[in-house]
């Protein structure tokens, strides 16, 4: 773990930022030698913007420690979660990865993406300007949500919640 972040090199994109530069930082909060007990630290020492849900409890106590400690294990699992979510989803990238690497990179641009441009749109059944389409979709989403609207009055099953 003290090693990942430095044998290789990841790059993030504006959703797996926060996690990455913390992930750069678990060498130093791994490696603390603290004076509370273990396995806590001082929070001054963790990205308390990645812990999510569930871990909070686990990470900064439950209740909450009375001198701002955290536990330094569940803060390591909560990041590595967090890190491995944030790959599969390639907000977190490898570039040197055949597998991992940034999606965006081999994107084409300017005048290469003009120069295939009408093949690629045409091979995908896309017209040259979204707008009429992005419309038809907008409509159909709409009509969707109206017609699901319309019948939550009648079903019994479905209850108002809270989303997690």
Partial sequence: MKVLPTVICFGANAEGAPVL?????????????????????????????????????????????EDGAVNRHAYTFCLLEQFHRHLKRREIYAD?????????????EGQAWEAVRPDVLTALGLPENPDALLADHTRALDAAYQDVGSRLDTNTEVRPGRST
């Fill in 21 to 65: 530069a913390a992930m750069r930082q678990l060498p130093e909060v791994l490696a603390h030698r603290s004076r509370l007990p273990a396995p806590l630290i001082p929070a001054r020492l963790i990205e308390a913007a990645v812990v999510n849900g569930p871990w909070k409890g686990l990470v900064f106590g439950q209740p909450v420690h």
């Fill in 96 to 108: 040197a990865s055949t597998k991992w690497r940034n999606p965006q990179a081999r994107l084409l």
